[in-house]
């Protein structure tokens, strides 16, 4: 069974750092790319970042670039999304996905998605 474990969101202040972490399990690993999405209200899911496994490359939404970061722990199969420099904006609720490939940056690529969770920026 294919599962994509993300932690618990939580909520910061403008400027603030939250880190959100996804255990995938059940698949082909080495396969595949671990990216966040996040939607917030009345607005469209938006790909945020992804890492690939095999080749370690990374996508980053111009939102959010600089300002996140992506990596992974391989041998828990874990990505982690630092995230610094919080705003308001980035208020949402965020979706960890798998996608075949390299890279994740869009919904029609996503083969699995994990439960959303709720992450909330206060200016």
């Known amino acids: 069974e294919v599962q994509l474990q993300a932690s618990w969101g939580g909520a910061a202040q403008a400027g603030g750092s939250l880190r959100l972490s996804c255990a995938a399990s059940?698949?082909?690993?080495?396969?595949?790319?671990i990216g966040w999405f996040r939607q917030a209200p009345g607005r469209e899911r938006e790909g945020v970042s992804s890492?690939?496994?095999?080749?370690?490359?990374?996508f980053y939404a111009s939102s959010v670039e600089g300002r996140f970061t992506i990596s992974e722990d391989n041998a828990k199969n874990t990505v982690y999304l630092e995230m610094n420099s919080l705003r308001p904006e980035d208020t949402a609720i965020y979706y960890c996905?798998?996608?075949?490939?390299?890279?994740?940056?869009?919904?029609?690529?996503?083969?699995?998605w994990g439960r959303g969770t709720q992450v909330t920026v206060s200016s």
């Open positions: 996905a798998a996608c075949v490939g390299n890279s994740c940056p869009l919904t029609r690529f996503v083969s699995w």
């Open positions: 059940g698949f082909t690993f080495d396969e595949y790319a």
């Open positions: 890492i690939a496994h095999t080749t370690g490359a990374t």
